[in-house]
């Protein structure tokens, strides 16, 4: 588990593709000098186990499925990327409870100034955009933020300029592909009520294309 809360970025020393995924080595020479191997390493919000160390980086293995659901495939050498060690039960919850299994990949279609913060606008595909709300938290790359608002094929954030510092979101272009990972406790709520609590199903819909709230309503009208 982890929390969202970037503790410093690391780069890209190099990428290899190997059978069954890929191997990445990650340059971090102040970071995690406690950790050991077979620890718990979110990378881009990506949790991947330390598999080795070599002077100043580690190195980790990437399955095929990661490759494939994340952006890690983008990586190339001299790329920064956010990192961040896993939660430890006496820690301070900064953020939000993260689990690093991404969920999909977005895309940034809007950034603009709004006083001293910046608005952020990203598409996400249905099956993130199902489990958010307005005031609610989404993992950007492994940072934890607050929804500010939703739109039809995405949402929109504001970011504090001590967030785009010490991240790599400011770095990204317009059109640059980040991880999302949806809030942890609305996905076991839509099991729960799709598993347990009898909600009716649509004519037109199936319960898996069904959203958490249509859900929840159609429960409170059949009470």
């Known amino acids: 588990m982890f929390t969202g809360i970037i503790e410093t970025k690391g780069i890209v020393a190099r990428t290899e593709r190997v059978a069954g995924g890929m191997r990445l080595e990650l340059y971090a020479p102040d970071f995690g000098r406690d950790m050991t191997i077979g620890d718990s390493v979110a990378v881009d ?21 990661t490759v494939r659901r994340s952006t890690l495939s983008d990586l190339r050498q001299g790329a920064s990327v956010n990192l961040e060690r896993a939660l430890r039960l006496s820690d301070r919850l900064g953020g939000h409870i993260v689990t690093g299994h991404v969920d999909a990949v977005g895309t940034i279609s809007l950034r603009q100034p709004a006083g001293n913060s910046t608005l952020y606008r990203f598409t996400a595909p249905a099956e993130v955009r199902e489990f958010l709300v307005e005031k609610g938290s989404v993992a950007v790359d492994g940072i934890s933020l607050t929804v500010a608002r939703l739109f039809d094929d995405g949402f929109g954030v504001s970011v504090l300029p001590l967030t785009e510092q010490t991240t790599t979101l400011g770095d990204k272009p317009n ?29 037109d819909e199936s319960p898996a294309k069904r959203s958490l709230g249509d859900m929840l309503k159609d429960l409170g009208e059949g009470r």
């Open 175 to 203: 059109g640059g592909r980040v991880n999302l990972e949806a809030d942890m406790f609305a996905k076991y709520v839509q099991r729960y009520v799709r598993q347990y609590m009898g909600v009716p199903e649509a004519r």
């Open 45 to 65: 919000g990506v949790c991947l186990t330390i598999a080795k160390f070599l002077r100043g980086s580690f190195v980790a293995d990437v399955s095929d499925e």
